[in-house]
């Protein structure tokens, strides 16, 4: 049975919020999985928007081209939205944000993002 070590995402400093300061791609880094293919880390992260108005945005998971990204458009002055809800990634892969769209950039450091890991710990191979 695996083991579950709860943790923060590599982006944040002692599990701070992030602020999506990227306005288009590369976005900000929220999130390096992992190093290799023993173990596998489930992410989950929340926004909240502190703009005046909606904004979009981009998340970028393992790399940057249209089939790596998911788009969402959060509402101001509405508390915290899942937009990634537990996805499993290893082997040092990348969840990246940016605000705005791929043909419409956003407004920097409006989006703050909490990124949650559990990461989960195959006995057999733990060292």
């Known amino acids: 049975m695996a083991a579950l070590k709860p943790t923060f995402g590599?982006?944040?400093t002692d599990g701070n919020l992030i602020s999506v300061t990227a306005t288009a791609t590369p976005g900000t880094t929220l999130h390096t999985a992992?190093?290799?293919t023993n173990h596998i880390d489930e992410v989950y992260v929340y926004v909240c928007n502190i703009?005046?108005?909606e904004m979009p945005i981009t998340l970028e998971i393992d790399g940057v081209?249209?089939?790596n990204r998911i788009i969402y458009t959060v509402p101001y002055n509405d508390g915290m939205h899942m937009v990634?809800?537990?996805i499993r990634m290893q082997n040092g892969g990348t969840?990246?944000?940016?605000a705005g769209t791929?043909?419409?950039?956003?407004?920097t450091a409006v989006l703050?993002?909490?990124?949650?890991?559990n990461t989960l710990i195959d006995p057999e191979t733990a060292s």
């Open 95 to 98: 969840i990246a944000a940016f």
């Open 112 to 117: 703050n993002c909490m990124v949650v890991v």
């Open 51 to 53: 703009h005046t108005d």
């Open 10 to 12: 590599s982006g944040s």
């Open 84 to 86: 990634l809800p537990g």
């Open 34 to 36: 992992i190093t290799g």
């Open 65 to 67: 081209a249209a089939a």
């Open 102 to 107: 791929p043909s419409a950039a956003g407004t």
